[in-house]
């Protein structure tokens, strides 16, 4: 049940706790493109972009972002972590023009004690000390707690302490983070409740961590308990197992609890894929709300429930995130399934071949393999046995290859109940068949289309004799792009069906224009 509505505030920490995910390093250029995607596109609150005083490269980045921000109408929204240094962490960032520093402290006694070998006393004097100099230079203020919660539970009159210390200096957020990932719910229900109750007028920020699977279900907790900022990432990037999910967090506080977020849900695919491309850490297929497969339906009784009422949508619909809905091809799938596929396609098929093709389907599906959307005419051609998706066949083709040679292709294709040979050369055997098959397809006056992506991959955990997936990408027209799909066990031959397959769909279109 939701909660009386509030606004809560979004602080995205992907450029710097994100890039602590083991092997992740962003570029400068790249820092800058995601903050302003981050800040402009998808309209988070704050952005934090990186530590105080890591390299050269990454002051220039900094840098670059704060210049943007300022110009573009985000002042004080770029947030640098600092460190109780005094002046250093602070000069540095005033000389990238930045305008607030995240400052991190201990939050529990025992790193106080045993990493810093420091009293509270000590410690909180060497808050204060960086505080006043960061004020002094025009900075804004907001302090980490590290490792918060585990200082709470041990300690908590550590906490307080610390926190009455610090409570009346001009702090704009109090940052409390689950640095390891170690609360349940309830765990962060009750203390953000005891803090909220005990510092009423301060504004807490909670930082979550993902190691037991619990950060967004933390963060329903930290906002029913009262706190009004929260920390994420995009793709669950961060240390260990991660931080929440932007995605998810923005969905499930929408959805779940009723509140306002500025953020743009039509841009989070698209930042996803942004933050995936940059990072090199690939998003599994079933990741909520940005996965490749959450808005498919697989089961033939759910495409059924969907085409007769809308049985199986929710208010998680994919239009909301600029997605559509699509209904997997296989040994599950039933006459819905089909049905949906078709009407994508804009075919209308008598009931008896229908029943046909999807037979067909089935025994694909059992044989495991992969069913799509652009596969089902030539399933459909093989059931009528119709010519129309059979405009060239592949009769042979011999490809050779050596090392610091130029490859060969012999090819001979069937065109029209006419049989057409042809020899090509090229650097690599995908490159020689497209040269024979060029030659041929000249008789006709026909030119490929152009190949805007080109991708081979096997199962995950394949051996070497797996079959191999080829991909690729045509450019369709002047806005739009078709993808095909070849299967082999040697990936030129794959990329040669799929290619065929791109020729065949052509050929029919053109036909029929």
């Known amino acids: 049940m939701a909660q009386e509505s509030r606004t809560i505030q979004i602080m995205d920490t992907t450029l710097r706790d994100g890039e602590q995910t083991q092997g992740v390093s962003f570029s400068p250029d790249e820092k800058v493109n995601l903050a302003k995607t981050l800040l402009d596109s998808l309209q988070v609150d704050r952005i934090e972009v990186a ?28 947030e640098v972590l600092g460190f109780v240094d005094h ?30 070998r420091k009293t509270l006393e000590q410690h909180s004097d ?24 585990n200082g709470f539970n041990d300690n908590r009159d550590y906490v307080y302490q610390l926190m009455d210390r610090l409570q009346h200096v001009g702090i704009n957020h109090f940052m409390l983070p689950d640095t390891l990932g170690v609360m349940s719910p309830q765990e962060v229900f009750d203390s953000l409740s005891d803090m909220c109750n005990r510092y009423p007028t301060l504004h807490f920020d909670f930082h979550p961590h993902n190691d037991y699977g619990l950060a967004t279900a933390n963060v329903m907790a930290a906002v029913k308990a009262g706190v009004n900022s929260i920390h994420c990432t995009i793709n669950c990037l961060g240390e260990r197992a991660g931080n929440a999910s932007l995605a998810e967090v923005t969905a499930v506080l929408r959805d779940k609890l009723g509140m306002d977020l500025s953020i743009d849900e039509s841009h989070l695919v698209r930042t996803s894929t942004m933050v995936e491309n940059f990072s090199g850490k690939r998003v599994s297929a079933n990741t909520p709300i940005i996965g490749a497969d959450v808005f498919t339906q697989t089961a033939g009784i759910h495409a059924d429930g969907d085409h007769k009422g809308g049985l199986y949508e929710t208010i998680l619909s994919p239009e909301r995130f600029s997605r559509t809905r699509s209904y997997a091809l ?27 093709v999807l037979t067909k389907i089935v025994q694909l599906g059992d044989s495991k393999q992969t069913i799509t959307t652009d596969d089902l005419p030539f399933i459909i051609a093989d059931v009528l046995e119709n010519d129309n998706y059979q405009h060239i066949q592949l009769i042979d083709c011999s490809i050779t290859s050596e090392l610091d040679s130029v490859s060969t292709a012999i090819l001979c294709v069937n065109i029209k109940d006419r049989e057409h040979s042809a020899t090509g050369s090229g650097n690599g055997g995908f490159d020689a068949f497209i040269d024979a098959i060029n030659k041929i397809m000249a008789q006709y006056n026909y030119t490929l289309p152009e190949l805007v992506d080109y991708e081979v991959r096997i199962p995950k955990g394949g051996h070497t004799n797996a079959l191999t997936e080829c991909l690729i990408t045509w450019e369709y027209g002047t806005e739009d792009v078709r993808k095909t799909r070849g299967v082999h066990a040697n990936q030129v031959f794959a990329s040669v069906l799929a290619t065929l397959k791109i020729i065949n769909i052509h050929l029919h279109d053109l036909n029929s224009a």
């Open 51 to 78: 530590s105080a005083r890591v390299s050269e490269g990454e002051k220039q980045a900094v840098t670059d972002i704060n210049t943007w921000a300022n110009l573009e109408g985000y002042p004080g929204q770029v």
């Open 87 to 116: 002046t250093k962490s602070v000069d540095w960032i005033k000389e990238t023009g930045g305008r607030v520093i995240n400052l991190l402290t201990k939050g529990s006694e025992k790193h106080c004690h045993e990493q810093l």
């Open 126 to 149: 060497d808050i204060l000390q960086t505080i006043e100099y960061a004020q002094s230079q025009g900075l804004s203020v907001n302090v980490y707690l590290e490792d918060w919660s």
């Open 330 to 356: 296989g040994k599950m799938s039933g006459k819905a399934s089909l049905l949906k596929n078709l009407e994508k396609l804009g075919l209308d098929l008598p009931p008896e071949i229908q029943q046909k």
